[in-house]
């Protein structure tokens, strides 16, 4: 998609709709990545227990899901519009440049925690002490976050496409690196245990877990307060309607639950994974977690590659992040440009970025961001379903000519202030707002609506429904006539060479996880890393050629690889 197309204010044609691995591959890749190695280490430093953990994020993240699956994708898919298409649709121009600024900030500092994470792995290289005060100790850093703060927001401005390929090779190594640095540091763990000498069952790992990484500290933090950050964590993505701009190229609304890949792979795994490295890292190097960053971290458990992933998970997030902060801002004036508002914003983030605080406040940020957006995605979904049902008229304040929805903007605010009060009169924890504001917002939007005009029956609301009727005719017909995928790609040989190197690079993933396994079996395992490090290599090299190569070879056969740009959501 070209940038004009981002905020497209017409339902996408039927042509573009894509199959379900283009949304399988998008949510395992997107939510493997830096923040996975902030999160898990920070659980450890809550003082939950291990069934606090292992349940709470099951539960967690099986309500992301669902949200995704039953909220989400069936409105993105029903509308075909991006968010903010389709919030400027319900509210008008003048809430889409309020949401626009409020989003743009908040997804500006998310990428500024993201450069400080890859900047912790760059210290390493340069013997710089651990970065996790508020405020940076050592100049240096403040250099190191600023050089890769240039390097991410030239990539956002000029190379967007070429890193979401990129991306996409990294994600199964990644995935990996968590699995195997898990596995690095674990022998650390056993030896730390008292009466555990090895791991035989599970009953012997949950004792582990129990005594050397959640360690039950807190009274105060537990099991629902896990479940519930898992929930939110996304929230701006799935209850804020975010990824209606991803899953509205979906052909069927149920490929929201591919969610579920990123969920239970990309958070439940390597949340745990980053827990056990943290906790290994500190037992090692007779610290406490708290005095660890993520470079610090993943240098411990994986040497070189480390250093490596935590470098590429900062990047590959903040990079489209900063995308997506300067696309909220450029949409408040089209005649300032992508580039030049991802620029500006990128400055503003990257000074952000020199501020470990960042990072080290994370969940509550996440939590933040979260609850800020929810107010409009119940806005949104009390619209689009709940209205039909109530009898009041659908983009009422659209027929009505306004260009600012004020029942939206006074529900927005005043559940925003709501949320403020509960939270800090300590009625509810951050986490648990969710549910209380998203039941305020509905309910005051459905009785500001109605009061403002929503129960009145508009002639153009007719003509607009039937109009939408007779499109979803049309792009239900074509789907029972789509034929499965076309075999073109199969017509043209494979070269040998595109082969081999596939297979190698599947060989160098089998190799990183033997590796992985050796060292947890032998404990003396920093031998282990140059190995590592070969295997790591080779899987870039072999990796790379293929996809590219692959990638040039459907667009010759006019098949072009289809990917879903996320950067809108």
Not at 91 to 111: H, M
Not at 317 to 346: D, Q
Request: neutral net charge; contains cysteine.
């Amino acid at each position: 998609m070209s940038s004009s197309d981002e905020f497209e204010s017409q339902p996408i044609s039927p042509n573009k709709l894509q199959p379900a691995r283009a949304f399988a591959g998008s949510y395992a890749g997107e939510h493997v990545a830096g923040t996975e190695f902030v999160i898990g280490a920070l659980f450890v430093s809550w003082g939950v227990g291990a069934g606090d953990i292992l349940v709470g994020l099951l539960l967690g993240n099986l309500l992301a899901v669902l949200t995704w699956g039953l909220l989400t994708a069936p409105i993105a898919t029903d509308t075909r519009l991006t968010l903010y298409a389709y919030l400027e649709k319900i509210a008008g121009k003048g809430t889409i440049k309020l949401y626009s600024v409020v989003n743009g900030i908040l997804f500006s500092v998310l990428a500024g925690a993201m450069i400080t994470v890859s900047a912790s792995a760059v210290r390493i290289l340069l013997d710089i002490p651990p970065q996790v005060g508020w405020f940076p100790s050592d100049f240096r850093f403040v250099l190191v976050a600023l050089f890769v703060g240039a390097v991410v927001v030239f990539m956002a401005v000029k190379g967007f496409e070429k890193l979401a390929a990129f991306a996409e090779v990294c994600a199964p190594w990644m995935i990996l690196m968590f699995i195997v640095g898990a596995l690095f540091l674990l022998p650390a763990l056993i030896e730390a245990t008292p009466g555990i000498s090895s791991i035989s069952s599970f009953l012997d790992f949950y004792t582990i877990a129990n005594e050397s990484i959640w360690i039950k500290t807190s009274e105060e933090v537990g099991f629902w307060h896990v479940a519930a950050f898992a929930w939110v964590a996304n929230l701006a993505m799935h209850g804020g309607m975010g990824d209606m701009t991803l899953l509205r190229f979906a052909r069927y609304s149920k490929y929201g639950f591919f969610s579920a890949l990123g969920m239970f792979i990309g958070h439940y795994m390597a949340w745990i994974c980053a827990g056990i490295m943290g906790a290994g890292a500190a037992i090692i190097l007779s610290t406490a977690i708290t005095s660890l960053d993520p470079g610090a971290v993943a240098y411990q458990a994986l040497g070189t590659c480390g250093i490596i992933a935590v470098i590429i998970a900062g990047w590959t997030t903040s990079n489209p992040t900063i995308y997506r902060a300067g696309l909220a801002f450029s949409s408040l004036n089209p005649k300032w440009g992508r580039e030049k508002s991802t620029i500006v914003v990128g400055v503003v983030t990257t000074i952000i970025a020199c501020f470990p605080f960042v990072f080290s406040q994370l969940l509550g940020f996440v939590g933040i961001m979260g609850l800020m957006m929810a107010p409009v995605g119940a806005i949104i979904v009390a619209e689009h379903w709940l209205f039909p049902r109530i009898g009041l008229t659908r983009y009422w304040s659209l027929y009505k000519g306004n260009t600012t929805n004020f029942a939206a903007i006074i529900t927005w605010l005043t559940a925003l202030a709501l949320s403020y009060v509960l939270e800090r009169s300590g009625v509810f924890h951050l986490f648990f707002l969710l549910v209380p504001i998203w039941l305020y917002s509905t309910v005051t939007y459905c009785l500001l609506a109605i009061a403002m005009g929503a129960k009145t029956a508009y002639p153009e609301s007719v003509i607009a429904e039937e109009i939408e009727a007779n499109r979803k005719v049309d792009e239900k017909s074509y789907l029972k006539n789509l034929r499965p995928d076309s075999v073109a790609g199969l017509q043209t040989k494979t070269p040998l060479i595109v082969s081999v190197a596939s297979l190698i690079a599947i060989a160098s993933l089998i190799a990183c996880l033997v590796i992985g396994v050796m060292a947890f079996q032998d404990g003396e395992n920093s031998q282990l890393h140059t190995p590592l490090l070969v295997a790591t290599i080779t899987y870039f090299i072999t990796a790379t050629y293929a996809y590219l190569a692959n990638s040039n070879k459907a667009v010759v056969e006019n098949k072009p690889v289809t990917s879903v740009n996320v950067s809108g959501s």
